[in-house]
């Protein structure tokens, strides 16, 4: 399953410059319904113009053909469309969220 999609793009933008054509449905780096519930189309169009900004040359993503406005959008704003996953231990210590061992006995804290 692939997860680190700037690598691969890096590499695919380098061994073929041209490509037009390119679908990664079903991997976790395309966020999707298909792959997670808690993903929804912002992200979706978030990781399009991420990818379309590394791959000029695309006309098709994902099965979907891609338009001249996201082209666009892609140019200007792509570079910031990275979708960057925090570490868990990074989010419990933002939300200030403590674990606490389960106990199959009594516990006291």
Do not use: W
């Not at 808690?38 to 991420?50: A, N």
């Not at 695309?58 to 140019?75: P, T």
């Amino acid at each position: 399953m692939l997860l680190y999609i700037e690598s691969l793009l890096d590499h695919v933008a380098e061994v073929a410059p041209s490509l037009e054509y390119l679908s990664l449905l079903g991997n976790e780096a395309c966020p999707n319904e298909l792959v997670s519930l808690d993903k929804d189309e912002d992200d979706y169009q978030r990781y399009r113009y991420f990818v379309l900004y590394k791959l000029t040359n695309l006309k098709f993503l994902d099965a979907r053909k891609v338009s001249k406005r996201e082209h666009e959008e892609a140019n200007a704003r792509g570079a910031f469309m990275k979708v960057v996953k925090p570490k868990t231990d990074t989010v419990r210590v933002l939300l200030g969220i403590r674990l606490v061992p389960f106990c199959f006995k009594k516990c006291f804290f």
